[in-house]
């Protein structure tokens, strides 16, 4: 099985979806092996215990380092490539550098209309996309949020 999640690749500088093999668990065979597993509380049901328990697995898998996580090799998502080759975004730092941009030198403003607030995002993430300096220094910023939100 694969499960898949999606970051903000400061490489790209544009969500990319990245996948990690994941080998479920076997299903508990009796009531006495699933208490067992939690402790003997026999307040909980098989079914709910499995639930519980795979919904944990998964998202212990999606939690691991993006180093153990692929790139897909197709369009369904199906199969994984190689190792991803991402940069991995802090997202409130980037948001807010994209809006600040935005409004310091691509006219957005509160009043504007939806469409011509996109529109300055979107003229401020092309800036950034062709100017390394600036991505450079996003990749440090996110680098070091990303670490202070682990420890």
Avoid: W
């Amino acid at each position: 099985m694969i499960l898949s999640k999606n970051i903000f690749d400061l490489n790209t500088f544009d969500t990319v979806k990245i996948g990690v093999e994941f080998t479920p668990p076997t299903a508990f065979s009796s009531m006495d092996e699933a208490l067992a597993y939690y402790g003997n509380d026999e307040s909980k049901i098989l079914a709910a215990l499995n639930d519980d328990r795979l919904a944990a697995l998964k998202s212990q898998a999606l939690d691991q380092p993006i180093s153990a996580f692929h790139s897909f090799a197709d369009d369904e998502e199906t199969t994984l490539n190689g190792p991803a080759n991402v940069q991995p975004a802090h997202d409130d730092t980037v948001g807010n550098f994209v809006l600040n941009l935005a409004k310091q030198q691509f006219g957005f403003r509160k009043e504007m209309t939806r469409e011509q607030k996109r529109a300055a995002k979107e003229k401020a993430v092309s800036f950034i996309k062709s100017n390394d300096a600036i991505k450079a220094g996003l990749v440090a910023m996110s680098a070091a949020m990303l670490a202070s939100t682990k420890s």
